[in-house]
């Protein structure tokens, strides 16, 4: 394998559960460590980022002050379609603002706003779910996909919401991507995909079977 990043290791030091030549990013946690899965093995800049567990794995435990941020990069500057996804845990909402989570500034991200609402960004445009209050206090499992048109946001496997957007994904930010940004969770199983998840793909990821593909 050649080496994408020029850093002089030509292997990534753990492998992603779901290999995939579009994935970009993934953050598993399986290794106690913030490790990039994916085959470009990019660095994660961190502190105040500790582990818990969630069903048989290791999962990552952030707080307000913790710092998970992946430096500016070609390979997630993601300009057609692209899916990123999560497993969270939040025993609270945000007492103001949104928590806000596998952010890359002004391009793609998502957040939980103070009433339990998911919204998706991809640019200036986004979509949220209707939902409004996700239960707190359990692991739940978030996607936001977009092929170019529609941008669907899947929780748990099931299709929550979806949102007509006409522009490509941007590419001007220069921040980086920020795993975490003032939130204070569980985090699991980080991934973001230079492609569109189909719903039965991202059901799986939820670990689920029987998902809902259709939303409003």
């Known amino acids: 394998m050649v080496d994408p990043t020029g850093d002089g290791s030509s292997t990534p030091l753990v492998t992603c559960k779901y290999p995939d030549t579009a994935l970009r990013l993934c953050f598993e946690f399986d290794d106690g460590k913030v490790t990039d899965g994916s085959q470009y093995h990019l660095t994660a800049t961190t502190s105040n980022v500790g582990m818990t567990n969630r069903d048989n794995g290791k999962a990552a435990a952030v707080y307000w002050e913790s710092d998970l941020d992946v430096g500016e990069s070609p390979m997630l500057d993601i300009t057609q379609s692209i899916t990123f996804e999560t497993f969270l845990y939040i025993n609270a909402y945000p007492p103001f603002g949104a928590y806000t989570f596998i952010r890359n500034e002004g391009q793609y991200g998502m957040s939980i706003d103070a009433s339990g609402k998911l919204r998706c960004y991809i640019g200036t445009q986004s979509a949220d779910t209707s939902l409004t209050?996700?239960?707190?206090?359990?692991?739940?499992?978030?996607?936001?996909?977009?092929?170019?048109?529609?941008?669907?946001?899947?929780?748990?496997?099931?299709?929550?919401?979806?949102?007509?957007?006409?522009?490509?994904?941007?590419?001007?930010?220069?921040?980086?991507?920020?795993?975490?940004?003032?939130?204070?969770?569980?985090?699991?199983?980080?991934?973001?995909?230079?492609?569109?998840?189909?719903?039965a793909e991202i059901c799986s990821h939820a670990d689920k079977t029987g998902c809902s593909a259709s939303c409003e």
Request: with cysteine; hydrophobic share 35%; proline share 1%.
């Open 133 to 199: 209050s996700l239960t707190r206090d359990i692991w739940h499992h978030f996607a936001c996909a977009y092929d170019g048109t529609k941008l669907r946001i899947y929780v748990d496997g099931n299709a929550a919401k979806c949102g007509d957007l006409t522009n490509a994904i941007p590419t001007a930010g220069t921040q980086g991507t920020r795993v975490v940004d003032n939130l204070t969770a569980y985090m699991d199983d980080v991934r973001i995909y230079a492609r569109a998840l189909s719903g």
